[in-house]
Every structure is written in C-alpha cells, then in structure tokens.
C-alpha cells in the first residue's frame, strides 16, 4: 500500500495549525481512499431516489446537505465498521470510527461538489420562473469531472436542488471528455437524460457555439453559465477564454467560475478586473469539496474542488463611452421582485 507510506511522509518544516490539520486530514483520507469499496456503490441510485426534504435555500452548509441525506450517511457508517476492520493491515495507528466516517464524508463531498454546487447556482442566480417552466444552464470548459457527473448519474442532485424547474443541461468544451457526449446528444438531437432533465453537449469552444447555434436562433440564451475550474489564472490558458469572457460580459449574461485554491481565486479576481466585471458575489463557495489536497508545487498550498467561487454580471463601465454603469437603486429591486411575486400568485404558481 504505496500511499500508506506516502501518507507518513505528510509534513513539511513550518505549518500553520490550519495547514497541520489539513495535513492530517489527508494523510486519513489517502488510507481511506485505499481500501476497496470506500464509497458506496449504491450511492448514484440513492440519489435519484431521494428528495431534499428542505427548500434549496435552506440548505446552506454541507452539514444542511447531510442532515437531508441520512440514507448516504446510513450507509456510510456501515463501510466506517469494514475499514475498522481492515485498518489492522496498516502500520498506521487507527484514528477511530468517528475519524474514518469523517473521511468518508469528505471523500462524498468531493464527488458531489461539482452538482450541488451548480444546483445552489441556479436556486440564487437564476431568474424566477412559473412552476414546471424549465432552466438552462450552459456548462463551460467542461473536463472529465463533467462528464462523468453525467454518466455516474451525480447530476440527480442538481435536479433536488431545483424540484419545481426541468434543467436545460448543455456542456461546451474542446476537451476530449466531451467528445462522445457531443456525438450522442448534439445541440440539433438532445437527449432526455431524467423526466426533469435535457442534455445537449457541444465539442469546441463557447464563444464559437454561440455564434454558431444561439445567434442563429438554433438554441436559446442560458439563464445561466457555469465553469467549474476554468484555470484563468494559468499561463497560457486565459487566451482561449478571453473571447468567451468578452462575449459573456457583453451580452450581459450571468456567470459562474469557481476556483481551486486562495491563491488561484486571487489571480483569478486579477484577470477579471481587468475586464471591469461587475461582480454578484466573490469568496467562499459552501459547497466546495471539504476532501482538502497538497499541491504538487508548493507543499504550503491547498487545494479543493470548488473551493472559491466568483459570480459577475456584465461591466462596471461601459467601454463605449468610458462611462460607469449605475446599478439599480436596491429598494427598486426589492419592489420589483415583489410584484413578480404577487403576478406568480394571482396566476396561482
């Protein structure tokens, strides 16, 4: 078990007591990781059997999350006793039951960030809709991780996030991942995945399936876009998105990016200044992994899916004039939404 002794090694000269903790948190999760059946198989099928038991907007913390999903927890504490039992292998000292289901946990959340994460986007930034009217999200930049959502059937809990709106799903990406994908439900033959449920994916770039299917009417402006971990801040890398940046931001359209690390969220902020982003919301993301990683690069830096998250909005200057855009006054947004509610209610949604 090459990770047991790598996991032993875990440490380096001068840590902080947060960094300490997140050490020895990984340094359980890679043993977890090693035995066999960690998560459970079941774990797609319950997901799709299961209904949150709260609204989306109640569900704020991925302590919230479990609390609704006591049948992963059920089973999880089953597998916390196997891994008990197999620990005595190990000639690392057993940190307990509570610790390993603790790891499973976090293992969990690390394969369920990407979905609830875009479920809790499109519950608070997206426009309201009349019951049963349905929402389309654009994927962006989508890898491996996306497409597997998919295919493993995790993307169920988008739909729990959202149980009153179908989800329009559509995946844009150059990656090798979403080739297939784009073959088996291409934006001229989508394919129902789920009652609740439309795919479409796209091989390529977004900015050139936008003028190719959206400003030819084939498909219809998303309600919202979505880059899990659009690496902007790598080098060579903002080059490609800058066109999809320019184009999102001139056709005002909202967008979420979420980032791995502090320090990819601050370059990644940096990036997006200088395209005057007017921003909705920019730190913590609640639903990041809490499965923490060490860098390859640099061994006081970590790291976790979804970590931090950046939501913007068009630009806070208009690049016509050089001329900076008001927002609306809040109390005129508040009354507006109010009068789109009372319209809801007299239409008896």
């Avoid at 998250?309 to 900076?324: H, Y």
Wanted: hydrophobic letters at 35%.
């Amino acid at each position: 078990m090459s990770l047991v002794k790598k996991a032993k090694r875990l440490n380096i000269p001068v840590a902080s007591p947060a960094l300490k903790e997140d050490l020895e948190r990984e340094r359980i999760d890679q043993i977890v990781e090693c035995f066999p059946h960690t998560l459970p198989k079941d774990l797609p099928d319950i997901l799709q059997k299961s209904k949150w038991s709260k609204p989306a907007k109640e569900v704020e913390t991925w302590e919230t999350w479990w609390e609704i999903h006591e049948k992963i927890l059920k089973s999880l504490k089953k597998q916390t006793k196997h891994i008990r039992a197999w620990w005595e292998f190990c000639e690392i000292p057993c940190p307990g039951e509570e610790e390993i289901l603790n790891s499973l946990k976090r293992l969990v959340s690390g394969v369920l960030s990407h979905p609830i994460t875009i479920g809790m986007a499109v519950v608070n930034y997206t426009p309201k809709r009349k019951k049963n009217y349905p929402k389309s999200v654009h994927l962006v930049g989508t890898d491996r991780p996306e497409a597997t959502m998919i295919y493993a059937g995790f993307y169920h809990e988008i739909l729990a996030a959202n149980p009153l709106h179908p989800i329009k799903l559509t995946l844009v990406s150059p990656d090798d991942a979403n080739q297939q994908l784009s073959k088996d439900c291409s934006p001229d033959s989508p394919m129902l995945i789920n009652p609740k449920c439309k795919l479409t994916a796209w091989y390529g770039l977004y900015h050139d399936f936008w003028e190719k299917y959206i400003t030819a009417q084939i498909v219809e402006q998303p309600d919202l876009v979505v880059g899990i971990h659009p690496g902007l801040h790598a080098d060579g890398i903002y080059e490609f998105w800058e066109p999809t940046l320019e184009l999102l931001l001139d056709m005002n359209i909202k967008t979420v990016f979420t980032v791995l690390s502090k320090e990819e969220y601050v370059q990644t902020l940096e990036k997006l200044d200088g395209l005057f982003c007017k921003y909705i919301y920019k730190g913590l993301n609640p639903f990041g992994s809490k499965h923490v990683k060490q860098t390859h690069h640099d061994a006081k830096i970590m790291w976790s899916s979804n970590q931090y998250m950046v939501v913007f909005k068009g630009r806070t200057i208009d690049l016509k004039t050089l001329t900076l855009i008001e927002d609306p006054v809040e109390d005129d947004l508040d009354k507006a939404e109010k009068e789109f509610e009372k319209l809801l209610e007299a239409n008896g949604e």
